[in-house]
């Protein structure tokens, strides 16, 4: 299945109720095949991101060998080893917008605009991360071996 | 509440609760059962626990004469630890001249207002929360007893509704975590299963007493939604909810959180 994130964003596609998307890219099964931006991944940018309790809000709830352990959440999976057990192109996809394979999922849709209710202004019409910076993240996931 | 996309935004809603489940009678906890053994020894003892100072200063603004009749609340209601026994476990309550829920806070306010002619304190100001302490801790050791009103029934489902809601930015519920992941850790804390046992309460993160509102504000930021403001409608409504999904625990106030 190959779906046109940017054509349901426009409203060519039959989007779903919830569906949230704003920037272009293309989903093959449970994977974002091409890389979200023309330039080179930065891995230590994408540590860096890992780590910001802030910006990507990563560690809150996931525990992994990116930053300091008595500050990491538990509520989602640990993504120690998760370049073992995804590739890069899984990754990206669940990084981007994990709705898309599981609607329930705790996780919110980094590349996606929230469409649900009461969004503070400060975030309105925004997604959560940009692509490069998602890009970076997916870049320095992958190389998370066992 | 907005009616736009009113059927897209239910099936988001059903989407989004599909795994909150309430949390059984027998596995409630407070709080206090998630904090470090230093912290529960600050609430234990009232020469330690900070929240102590408020209900002091809302002791002596019990007590003190003020507005046009020079009336203090202890001039009508006489000694709190008789007459206020018991009061703040069944807060939010109905009240009859607005016809509309009450939270405690907004009690004292009115009472301000009607007996003694002053104007309201301002929410989450030092005064209101000292007063609002000094009345909840009147009750400390009592269990919480929401008033069996039927005319609060729909505020209590309002609330319910705004607890299982996903929201924000980040498309959280209340429940997302305090029903579904209570016993997990949020970038490394106690996530807890937010039962307002010991409201208003010193939070050590905010260095000062703190109302429940302040607190499901907090949550609201957190998941980038616009909070709702202080003393409306729909905060009460999340403060009736709580206290009936926290009914019969017992009344810590003024507690002490991290």
């Known amino acids: 299945m190959i779906v046109v994130f940017l054509a349901m964003f426009m409203g060519l596609g039959v989007a779903p109720a919830c569906a949230q998307a704003t920037i272009a890219f293309q989903v093959r099964g449970d994977t974002i095949p091409e890389p979200l931006v023309a330039r080179a991944a930065d891995a230590s940018n994408g540590a ?43 990754i990206r996809l669940r990084v981007a917008n994990i709705k898309a394979i599981n609607p329930d999922s705790l996780m919110p849709a980094y590349l996606a605009i929230a469409d649900g209710i009461d969004i503070a202004e400060a975030w309105r019409g925004k997604t959560i991360l940009d692509p490069g910076e998602v890009e970076d993240i997916v870049a320095y996931l992958a190389t998370l071996k066992e | 509440m907005r009616s736009a996309g009113l059927g897209a935004a239910l099936l988001c809603v059903l989407i989004g609760t599909a795994r909150a489940a309430e949390i059984p009678a027998a596995q409630r906890q407070s709080g206090s059962a998630f904090m470090s053994e230093a912290t529960r020894a600050m609430q234990a003892d009232d020469t330690s626990n900070p929240g102590m100072l408020s209900v002091l200063e809302g002791s002596a603004l019990w007590n003190a004469p003020a507005g046009k009749a020079a009336k203090s609340c202890a001039s009508c209601h006489g000694e709190a630890t008789a007459s206020m026994r018991g009061v ?53 050791g009592l269990p919480i007893l929401p008033p069996n009103d039927p005319r609060l029934a729909p505020h209590l489902a309002l609330g319910k509704e705004i607890f299982d809601r996903r929201r924000g930015q980040l498309d959280l519920s209340c429940a997302s975590c305090h029903n579904d992941n209570w016993s997990g850790r949020l970038g490394g804390s106690p996530i807890t299963q937010a039962h307002p046992t010991g409201y208003p309460l010193y939070r050590l993160e905010w260095q000062a007493l703190g109302s429940l509102q302040r607190r499901v504000r907090n949550c609201m930021v957190g998941v980038r939604a616009k909070p709702f403001e202080y003393g409306a409608q729909e905060l009460i409504a999340v403060e009736i909810y709580l206290n009936q999904r926290a009914a019969g625990m017992n009344l810590e106030t003024p507690a002490v959180r991290p």
Do not use: W
């Open chain 2, 88 to 140: 703040a476990a069944s807060y939010p309550a109905y009240d009859e001249r607005t016809a509309s829920p009450i939270d405690l806070a907004g009690r004292i306010n009115a009472c301000r207002q009607e007996h003694q002619g002053l104007e309201p304190f301002r929410r989450e100001s030092a005064e209101l929360l000292a007063l609002t302490a000094f009345v909840g801790n009147q009750s400390r």
């Open chain 1, 48 to 90: 860096r991101l890992m780590a910001d309790r802030h910006r990507s809000l990563c560690v809150l709830c996931h525990a992994g060998p990116f930053s300091e352990p008595h500050m990491q959440g538990n509520i989602a999976p640990n993504l120690k080893g998760l370049g073992s057990r995804l590739s890069a192109a899984q």
